[in-house]
């Protein structure tokens, strides 16, 4: 019997998955799964989206070989998982954004639940997506204002001056603009980055990107960062 609880289809591109794993992980930490023995050759980063100490949740969309080797798991086969690995969102109160698109909700979910515990927070929640919705009762749930859109950004619907935390994850664009947008206000603002990555543990430097203190690791350094690090003043 595999570790493998359950694969959920949530619509043609999107999947849920549940694996049993003892685990300490943190919200914004990413594991490295592989469900293959030599095709692909490397493993593949996801993003924790939920968790308990015996349990690891992952949403995913089919992109390529790998996630749709995935997308065919079943209840009771295995899946191998290393980590977590990488940094975390920190714990913040006060009023927070989360602003996301795509399988940027995963790490957001779950940063929203364990932030949401704190009885001092507000968090309101901006997520676009491609095509179909996904997760509206779950992403209500962990929210106190939730703005979810098909097909249509929410970067420019987010009042700004609001928030004394963002959080941030999609892609670069919607994190960049988030960041041009945030700038001057109080906020401070955490970008969870994506890059390609072959290790996932700091040694093979694929995943490098530049910050303003010289080259870091999304992996090792990352994925949170300051936005500030990261993302330029344009
Ligand atoms: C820290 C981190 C967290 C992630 N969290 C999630 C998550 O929670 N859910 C999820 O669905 N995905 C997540 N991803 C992206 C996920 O790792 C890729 O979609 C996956 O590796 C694709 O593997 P594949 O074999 O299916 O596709 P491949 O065959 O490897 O790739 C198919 C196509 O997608 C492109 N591609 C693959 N990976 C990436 C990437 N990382 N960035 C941009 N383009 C890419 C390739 O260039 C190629 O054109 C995360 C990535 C990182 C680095």
């Known amino acids: 019997m595999g570790n493998i609880i359950y694969n959920k289809k949530l619509t043609d591109e999107y999947y849920l998955i549940k694996i049993q794993q003892k685990n300490d992980a943190k919200m914004g930490q990413f594991c490295m799964l592989r469900a293959w023995d030599n095709d692909p050759l490397l493993s593949r980063p996801l993003s924790i ?10 949403l995913y969309k089919v992109i390529g070989k790998g996630t749709e080797i995935m997308s065919k798991l079943k209840e009771g086969d ?8 990488g940094s975390s969102f920190p714990e913040v109160k006060g009023k927070i954004a989360m602003i996301g ?3 940027g909700i995963a790490p957001l979910y779950y940063a929203a639940k364990e932030v949401s515990k704190e009885s001092e927070t507000e968090i309101d929640m ?3 997506l491609r095509g179909v919705e996904i997760l509206r009762e779950e992403l209500t749930e962990v929210s106190d204002h939730l703005t979810l859109k098909t097909n249509e950004r929410v970067v420019s619907l987010v009042d700004y001056d609001q928030y004394d935390y963002i959080f941030t994850c999609g892609p670069d664009s919607l994190m960049q603009d ?3 947008n945030a700038k001057g206000k109080k906020a401070t603002v955490y970008a969870s980055l994506e890059r390609r990555m072959a290790c996932g543990m700091g040694i093979c ?3 490098t990107c530049k910050t303003e203190d010289g080259n870091k690791l999304t992996c090792k350094d990352g994925p949170v960062f300051l936005a500030s690090e990261v993302f330029k003043d344009e």
Not at 78 to 85: A, K, M, R, V
């Open 49 to 58: 989206y939920d968790r308990d100490a015996s349990s690891l949740t992952f």
């Open 78 to 85: 295995d899946i191998i998982c290393q980590g977590p690995y």
């Open 101 to 103: 698109g795509g399988v």
């Open 126 to 128: 901006f997520f676009s």
């Open 178 to 180: 988030v960041y041009k």
């Open 205 to 207: 430097y694929v995943c």
